[in-house]
């Protein structure tokens, strides 16, 4: 005859049995559920649970990728919605204007364009869980962040002509090394490698301004799971 | 595993009531700070509408923006009808107070109070308590408390979210100073750097200091400015520990000294003092020689020799390193020719007058004593041309031109230079039409009497700057603190106008919630509250928060009275006004000692000297004061002065704001007195008083008083014997009397402009139990002309009357004008003017009082040395038909007439008012008869041969010290 195990002993191990059963038992009808609520406050902005799911969802889509929920993706769904709350915050203090939602039709359209037919897009939408106004939303966004980024980082670029010869200097060696011919004169590609600088260096200037920016907002983890994790730590040097 | 489950069980469930109607909204806790109607007008839900996520997302983000809460999740529940929404919500915590006591000065309670780095008001986590603990004690080990402990205990309030934190320090005993290592070479022995620091009590009798940071500081900097005085500028002196024993609970600062080489300064082509050489050399501030302070230096001399009026004056440098190791800097100036500013014109100014512009230019033609060079440089000239130009530019002349000519040996003579300033105004700007857009109409009237760029007016950019503030001023302090303002200006169809419109977007009105007080112990909590002028509902006003602080701090009972709003950035539509104050100490003590030096000598029972000797009479004053009586904010001080010439106590209770009114003041006070100030008699005052003063505008003030007096004259009285029974009597009088004071001055201790007028009226009535009926009217005013920007014409009247009605035959002695001295007519010593005893000589007051003064002030030397000539006119006569402005004396019996007082002063400017000496010449002080003899000989003045009467007179010079000017 098995030992008769002790009796916190078996509660530990009914209660999540239990507790399963409880929640797939129950009428939903008669339950309360949390549908929503904050995760991850960035100054006096929120990042919610929804905010994070509807994040993994649409950029699945976006990407024609499979959804992933899993831990570490939510980590960085948050994370990029950290990133466009600081942004969001920076258009507010600089009460930059806002475009028209309808000023997102266009994107929408050549995402559309990419399918079939219009059953063949809302097939796709509802596979990831999601609707025409949450993708309008999103697109719409992003074209606001591509042009906030560039109204607030593209004056403060200059591209001397040092870095344009140089850039033009590797391009015309992979070019040569490929048997490109002919090659374009440094004048004729003047204006595409200037172009191709700034934006680089938009993007650095970008992530130093979010890096900045990290340390002077505070950032707060309701949601401990999606807390990034601490960088390792640096060992003492041998003396 | 359950992480997964509950996200998936998360996002079915909010796609299970999506575009379901919303059935209801509720809140948990069902108390929340803000009321259901306005929590829902800033939601994006409305009941039966359909559920969006996104709206649901909205919400939780608009709630959160409110800031009151610090994690909100969102509850549905399906119901027959619909959604049943519910949000869960944990309320934010805010500071409400905090304090910290236990810990002796310094580090002072301000000081700890700031190191906490706590904002009132400001949103509240726990960390915040155990940081601002850190740094309490980080301070209080700075400061030498190296076992010092702080408990935090933390309170809430619920209902108005508030945290209070009340920080108990036991600090432990102060360490001490044990004594000092310096390590490098210090060019000096040890004991000599231990003197320097100041950390040795006098000559180490008395052991050693205790540690402050102050002292240390200190300490540190007296030790280095060693260095630069003995050619080491660049010596480095740093504390590399202090050195702390636990055991002992002693410090011994160890010092890294490092000296540098030698760097020696000279200075060639001028001579100045070595000391003044090292206040203009910026090396010798910052304590490093570099190329970009050298130049500084050489810029600081030529514009310093410049201003001597060697305006030519450059200077450059020249560095070198000898083998030695000094380092060698020569400062070579070139002084060229003195020259002097002796024209300065300004041309083409239609618009301004030639004072007008010169008041802001800081080039200044020479003038006799202050600017024997004048003052001029290149820089400065063109400063003066940025001003002139600005000048206009703000009054709408937008092309206006302002060049400069400067003309060397002018009128052929060499080094005399002048200037002229020549301005093209051109057309004058004007608005033409004002759109004021965003105001409503019943803000409009208000607004308009706030704006310049009204139609018609000039044209500036200036104006519109201030416009700007003044609208954004008006909203924020009437509730709309998010307010924003904006303008266009486009031609109009006239020339030289233009048509300007301002937009204002006010923003969401926000309302006091109500209004918190807290840290009260003694006080009662009404005289708070009926000072703080907002009320809940009220518009959140700024200016009326910042008021109904300064009237807390006007009560002079409180050490601290800060006011902010809670939650701050939080977006919502009520707020609360939180007041934490620090109650005062309740008792406050002065002491004070001084001298009086003038012709205030004289024995007391002798008849030498009437007209005062020169004398000195030392003064002590000590003072008690109980403030917030009864909790009212009322104030009851003793004040005590003993001093060879008068013994004084004063008691007063001040109820300030009576009644809360703040116009109102009431003064209740009781004096004893015995003096003999005035040369002929010493009294014995005993005196009670109440006054209600009455601020009827900021520059006028009424006083109605009621007045008890009883004096009785002390010993006997140095006159004639039979005038004693009619002037030396004993008397009690009881006046009422009413005070109309009006004061336009621009300033009360060191008036340049307006005027002010005094009216004292006052009547002993003998149906009040007066032993004498009397009338008195007592009249100042004066007047002060600021000719030009140094030069004050400043004249005073004074005109007194007493009249008698009933009771005793004469007014008595105590009751009568005595005048002259430092505040009075210069001509005379302290209280001698007026009618004298006609057989000693003394003074016996009049009934009447006249007298006019003119003074000229003007500076001297420097900025704090001024001087000033003057006239004092006028007497005290024996009554009011006897006023005269005659100059001759009659005879020795003529006392009727005016007095005349010329004199030269010098003022010395200081924080307490100016310092003053004025000299005076009388060339028409009084004659009389006087006798030499003690007071027991008093019978036989002027009787008996023993005591013979002689001819005296009041000193034609006369000389007074004080502080404050004359008038």
Redesign the interface.
């Known amino acids: 005859m098995p030992p008769t195990p002790p009796p916190h002993a078996r509660r530990s191990v009914v209660s999540p049995i239990f507790l399963v059963f409880l929640v797939f038992l129950i009428p939903r009808s008669l339950s309360t559920e949390i549908i929503d609520r904050i995760a991850i406050t960035v100054g006096n902005q929120v990042v919610t649970e929804s905010q994070i799911h509807e994040e993994i969802r649409v950029t699945a889509f976006l990407n024609r990728d499979q959804i992933d929920l899993s831990g570490a993706a939510k980590k960085e769904a948050a994370d990029r919605l950290i990133e466009q709350a600081l942004i969001k915050r920076e258009m507010d203090l600089s009460r930059y204007p806002l475009p028209e939602l309808s000023d997102a039709g266009e994107s929408l359209q050549s995402l559309k364009a990419m399918y079939s037919n219009e059953m063949a897009f809302q097939d796709a939408l509802q596979a990831y869980g999601i609707t025409v106004d949450e993708l309008t939303r999103r697109l719409w966004w992003q074209l606001t962040l591509l042009r906030f980024i560039d109204y607030r980082f593209r004056p403060g670029i200059q591209i001397p002509p040092a870095d344009v010869q140089a850039y033009y200097r590797q391009q015309v060696s992979e070019w040569q090394q490929k048997g490109i011919k002919p090659i374009p004169t440094l004048e004729e590609s003047r204006d595409q490698i200037e172009e191709i600088l700034t934006q680089k260096r938009i993007d650095q200037a970008l992530d130093r301004w979010i890096s900045d920016t990290r340390k002077q907002v505070t950032i707060t983890y309701l949601d401990p799971a999606l807390r990034p994790a601490a960088p390792p730590a640096v060992p003492p040097a041998v003396q | 595993m359950l ?3 509950c ?5 079915a ?5 999506e575009g379901k109607p919303i059935a209801s909204v509720q809140f948990d806790p069902a108390t929340q700070p803000l009321t259901f109607e306005q929590l829902m007008a800033m939601l994006p839900l409305r009941i039966g509408q359909p559920l969006r ?2 709206d ?2 909205g919400a ?2 608009r709630l ?2 409110t ?1 009151e809460y610090t ?8 119901a027959p009808t619909g959604v049943n929404i ?1 949000f ?1 919500t944990k309320p934010a915590y805010f500071i409400g107070y905090f304090d910290i006591k236990g810990v002796p000065e310094p580090p002072n309670e301000g000081q700890l109070l700031v190191a906490t780095k706590l904002v009132l008001g400001g949103p509240y986590t726990p960390s915040d308590t155990s940081a601002a603990v850190e740094r309490i004690v980080d301070l209080l080990k700075r400061n030498g408390f190296y076992n010092a402990g702080v408990e935090p205990a933390t309170s809430t309030r619920p209902s108005t979210q508030e945290v209070h934190i009340d920080f108990s320090a036991d600090p432990g005993q102060r360490a001490k100073f044990d004594g000092l290592v310096a390590n490098g070479n210090a060019l000096r022995p040890l004991d000599n750097l231990i003197n320097s620091s100041g950390w040795k009590r006098f000559r180490g009798w008395f052991g050693w200091h205790e540690l402050t940071e102050t002292r240390l500081q200190n300490g540190l900097d007296n030790i280095r400015s060693w260095y630069p005085k003995h050619d080491h500028l660049l010596a480095q002196v740093t504390l590399e520990n202090l050195g702390y024993d636990s055991e002992a609970n002693t410090v011994t600062p160890v010092l890294s000294i490092n000296p540098g080489p030698p760097v020696l300064v000279r200075l060639r082509g001028a001579k100045l003092s070595a000391g003044k050489l090292r206040s203009l050399l910026p090396i010798y501030e910052e304590r490093a020689v570099d190329r970009d302070l050298l130049e500084e230096g050489s810029r600081d001399l030529a514009s310093y020799f410049q201003t001597k009026g060697f305006f030519d004056a450059t200077a450059d440098y020249l560095m070198a390193t000898p083998p030695n190791g000094e380092q060698l800097i020569d400062y070579h100036v070139s002084l060229g020719v003195r020259h002097k500013i002796v024209k300065l014109e300004i041309h083409g100014n239609h618009y301004f007058d030639d004072a007008t512009i010169r008041e802001r230019m800081s080039v200044i033609p020479a003038t006799l004593v202050r600017y024997r060079y004048g003052r001029y440089s290149r820089p400065a000239l063109d400063r003066d041309l940025d001003a002139i130009r600005n000048l206009y530019r703000a009054n709408g002349f937008r092309n206006v031109e302002v060049t400069s000519r400067v003309l060397d040996d002018y009128n052929g003579v060499a080094a005399h230079i002048a200037i002229f300033i020549d301005i093209a105004e051109g057309p004058q700007w004007f608005v033409a039409k004002l759109a004021l857009e965003g105001v409503s109409d019943d803000s409009r009237p208000a607004l308009m009497l706030l704006l310049h760029s009204t139609q018609g007016q000039p044209y500036s950019d200036l104006a519109i700057a201030t416009d700007r503030d003044n609208v954004l001023d008006y909203y924020f302090n009437h509730g709309y603190p998010s307010a924003k303002f904006d303008f266009t200006s486009v031609p109009s169809g006239q020339a030289d106008r233009v048509d300007l419109t301002f937009s204002v977007t006010p923003g969401e009105r926000v309302y006091v919630r109500n209004v918190v007080v807290d840290g009260l112990k003694q006080t009662r909590p009404d005289v708070v509250t009926d000072r703080i002028s907002l009320r809940a509902d009220d518009p959140l006003s700024q200016s009326q928060i910042s008021d109904s602080q300064r009237r807390l701090y006007d009560l002079g009972i409180f050490s601290r009275v800060d006011a902010a709003i809670q939650n701050p ?3 919502e539509p009520t707020k609360y006004v939180l007041y934490s104050i620090e109650e005062a100490g309740r008792y406050s003590m002065n002491v004070g000692v001084g001298a009086e030096i003038g012709r205030i000598g004289g024995s007391t029972t002798s008849l030498d000297s009437p007209a005062g000797v020169t004398g000195f009479a030392p003064r002590f004053l000590f003072g008690i004061s109980r403030l917030n009586f009864f909790g009212l904010g009322h104030t009851m001080s003793l004040q005590t002065l003993v001093s060879t010439l008068e013994q004084r106590a004063l008691l007063t209770y001040v109820a300030p704001q009576f009644l809360g009114n703040p116009n109102f003041n009431l003064q209740l006070s009781g004096l004893i007195d015995a003096s003999h100030d005035i040369r002929t008699f010493s009294s014995l005052r005993e005196e009670g008083s109440i006054q209600l003063g009455q601020k009827l505008s900021r520059a006028n003030t009424l006083q109605y008083r009621l007045t008890y007096r009883d004096v009785v004259i002390l010993g006997k009285p140095l006159i004639s014997p039979e005038l004693i029974p009619l002037l030396a009597q004993p008397v009690h009088v009881l006046v009422p009397s009413m005070s109309f004071i009006q004061d336009k001055r621009d300033d009360p201790i060191d008036s340049h402009k307006g005027t002010y007028t005094s009216i004292d009226l006052a009547l002993a009535l003998k149906a009040f139990g007066s032993q004498t009926g009397f009338g008195r009217v007592v009249a100042r005013n004066s007047s002060y002309y600021q000719l030009t920007k140094d030069l004050v014409l400043a004249r005073t009247t004074d005109f007194g009357l007493i009249e008698r009605y009933a009771g005793a035959s004469e007014i008595p002695l105590p009751e009568r004008f005595f005048a002259g001295g430092a505040f009075s007519d210069r001509a005379f010593p302290d209280f001698q003017a007026g009618p004298r005893d006609p057989n000693t000589g003394f003074p016996i007051g009049g009934n009447a009082l006249f007298m006019n003064t003119v003074e000229l002030r003007f500076p001297l030397f420097g900025d704090n040395l001024g001087g000033v000539l003057f006239n004092d006119l006028g007497n005290v006569y024996s009554a009011v038909n006897k006023i005269s402005l005659r100059f001759r004396q009659e005879n020795l019996q003529d006392f009727d007439y005016a007095v005349q007082g010329f004199g030269f002063g010098l003022r010395y400017r200081t924080p307490l008012g100016p310092v003053r000496v004025d000299f005076s010449l009388s060339p028409n002080s009084p004659r009389f008869f006087g006798c030499e003899g003690s007071i027991n000989q008093l019978y036989q003045c002027g009787v008996s041969p023993s005591v013979p009467q002689t001819v005296q007179r009041i000193n034609v010079f006369q000389f007074h010290f004080s502080l404050g000017q004359a008038f």
């Open positions: 992480v997964v489950l996200s998936a069980l998360l996002s469930a909010a796609d299970e009531y996520g996104s649901l997302r939780i983000q959160y923006q800031g994690d909100i999740a969102v509850d549905a529940t399906l519910k869960l950035d939080g977006d």
